[in-house]
């Protein structure tokens, strides 16, 4: 995360939230709702300054209430199978039943993380929407236009409030 220096104090705050949430459900597993308070909260702080967040962290958190999904604690884990050969590992919010499939693949690449892409981005900086390229990677992610300030600029007022 060179390149994204500007927001280190942005992804530190993430870690922390994230950190704390984990650490409050690991001494009350009852402490779903403070754990869902700082998951909302981080969720918020990247969607407002367009942070990416790193997909295995994405995957543990609920999309619909923001709950941190630990299996076995606040979440259900089941294998399911399409088709006799994909294998799904599906794990559904017990907060509010809300469930995503994962596909079983050890050798599964990420496109950020393939070579073609880092060439793309070399060849023409800023010019290829990762919309195009990867789908199923940000499903569910949501550029937001109302959350980036039109007087903000690459280097404008880092909002870290919740200001809603
Ligand atoms: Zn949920």
Redesign the pocket.
């Known amino acids: 995360m060179a390149q994204n220096l500007k927001d280190k104090e942005a992804y530190q705050r993430l870690n922390y939230l994230y950190q704390a949430a984990h650490c409050v459900l690991s001494e009350n597993p009852e402490n779903v709702e403070l754990a869902r308070f700082y998951c909302f909260t981080q969720k918020t702080i990247a969607r407002r300054l367009v942070l990416r967040q790193d997909p295995s962290v994405k995957r543990t958190l ?1 999309k ?4 941190l999904l630990i299996p076995g604690v606040t979440a259900t884990t089941r294998q399911r199978r399409k088709k006799r050969k994909t294998r799904f590992t599906v794990v559904r ?1 017990l ?4 469930s995503k499939a994962l596909l079983n693949n050890p050798d599964y690449c990420l496109w950020a993380d393939r070579p073609e892409a880092q060439l793309a981005q070399q060849k023409q900086p800023g010019d290829k929407p990762l919309n195009n390229t990867a789908p199923q990677l940000l499903r569910g992610w949501s550029p937001g236009p109302s959350s980036i300030q039109p007087q903000g600029g690459p280097d404008g007022p880092r909002e870290t409030g919740l200001q809603q």
């Open positions: 609920c619909k209430c923001c709950s919010c907060s509010c039943g809300q």
